[in-house]
């Protein structure tokens, strides 16, 4: 049965991911009027837009999550995103708030002047990447995209809340969990079971620990990363420190908030205007709390499947040493082949839309407000964007309300409504890629709300293997046309599928006089990826 899904999906991938991309992003709703630049920046959903009603038939924007979380969890991440970029999007851009509609695109990374315009960050950059503050005082002031900046508030608020949450909701059952593990002898059937193997002796944990942080320090001390050795004990302690609701968070509803805002925030204020010791700190302190609840998850699953202990923390640490050495080779292949399309330049992206580097483009924006401006400067209580630290104030105080309610009328299910998970859904694409909710939404109500609630016997035998044999097909997939067709082992061997209308590839552009001089051609063909990035002066706009 895998095997067979498996293959299936991986020939079907083949038709969104290379013959017809346009499939990944299915902006139907764009048809409607294909000259409005409202309708791409609303209804678009590639780099800018916000993806109302999108649709996306590649399996890749779906994921085999959404057949297995529970329900109650998917519908608090997808009406976070329903909430911001079908609702709170269109109020700010069809309003200007904030300067929204003047950044030229809803949802930026960038930095911009008050006029809209790209800010220069390399006009005020040293060589060394820290600021030099006589220019930028000098000059005019950078600006976030209104809708960036509330990205980050919600990243508090989920933060926030995935304390708050676990302490009123999960407080009292951690600490009698505690109890039990210290000193009771009750233990559960696995737990028996498991006594036939050694421990991990926590000297290993120790000595792992205190080598791998002192090779981290060596880097930081030697190399140019701008990272003092106190500063990077700082992260780690704050991805120790947060590991555990976030833990909880994750085995409970399998969602959980990341610490790249919070690290981000930390390292700005201790370093300001140093863009890349915030982005070491980021990654140290992420990782630190990645990793750590990923060896807990497999620990986990050790011990329902009785798995020696020794073999587990083995098998995580020859596939972190392996994973890590594969990962640098891919990004490597990745930048040589396809680095044009990464730059973040619409003059050479990706014609098909798939490869976009938003990832990168977020980090280094992220980087950039944190690191080289810092929040001091940026969100400033006399500034603009002072509104983000109340994400703080709404994480706390939210789930203690909903405790409060659950605790007076218990029939209604506050428990259920997680303020962390929607405000994480809220803040989900901050680069503005909203693809994928509305076949998120109806993937999860078929095998959550329907299947799971009336043929639990059938979800139960087969959604886990079913989930991953997509995922496994749309991988190998993506892998076949990265390696072998799109030239990632050599740029002269990649293979094209001819033009057509699916991939974008049609020539067919035609004047459109809806959007002014400033926006003069449109290909009316491209009508499922829109590209606000390239609404600018001159520019060959090719939706």
Known sequence: ???????????????????????????????????????????????????????????????????????????????????????????????????????????????????????????????????????????????????????????????????????????????????????????????????????????????????????????????????????LLLSLFVGWILTLPIGVMNAVTGYGPGLNVITELICGYILPGKPIANMTFKCYGYMAMYQCNFLLSDLKLGHYMKIPPRSMFVGQLWGTLIGSIFNYLTMILIINSHREYLKGDPKTADPNGLWTGNRVQIFWGSGLIYGALGPAKMFALDGKYWFVYIGFLIGFIAPAIQWALSKKFPQFGWSKVNIAIIAGGMGAFPNGYAVGVVSSLVCALVFQGYLRRFHKNWWSKYVFILSAALDTGAAFTGLLIFLFLGGGLDPKISVNIPSWWGNYRTGNETLAEEFGSNYPYIDVNRCGAADPSMWEEGSLLKL
């Open 1 to 231: 049965f895998f095997w067979v899904v498996a293959g299936c999906c991986f020939i079907y991938q083949l038709l969104p991911q290379w013959i017809a991309p346009i499939l990944v992003y299915f902006d139907w709703v764009c048809w409607l009027r294909p000259f409005d630049k409202n309708f791409w920046a609303l209804f678009g959903s590639t780099s800018g837009s916000a993806g109302i009603l999108s649709l996306s038939f590649d399996w890749s924007s779906i994921g085999g999550a959404t057949m297995y979380l529970p329900l109650s969890a998917q519908l608090s991440s997808l009406g976070g995103m329903i909430l911001n970029y079908w609702i709170i999007v269109p109020i700010m851009w069809m309003n200007n708030i904030l300067g929204t509609k003047t950044m030229g695109r809803p949802l930026s990374s960038k930095l911009y002047y008050e006029d809209g315009k790209i800010f220069k960050i390399n006009g005020v950059l040293k060589d060394d990447y820290s600021v030099d503050w006589e220019k930028y005082n000098a000059g005019k002031e950078a600006n976030m995209a209104p809708l960036y900046a509330l990205g980050f508030m919600t990243s508090f608020i989920a933060l926030a809340g995935c304390c708050s949450h676990v302490a009123f909701f999960h407080g009292a059952e951690l600490w009698a969990s505690w109890k039990r593990v210290v000193g009771a002898d009750d233990e559960d059937i696995h737990t028996k079971m498991m006594k036939v193997y050694p421990e991990v002796p926590q000297y290993w944990y120790a000595i792992f620990y205190v080598v791998m942080a002192g090779l981290a320090c060596a880097v930081c001390e030697l190399y140019n990363t701008q990272l003092p050795w106190w500063a």
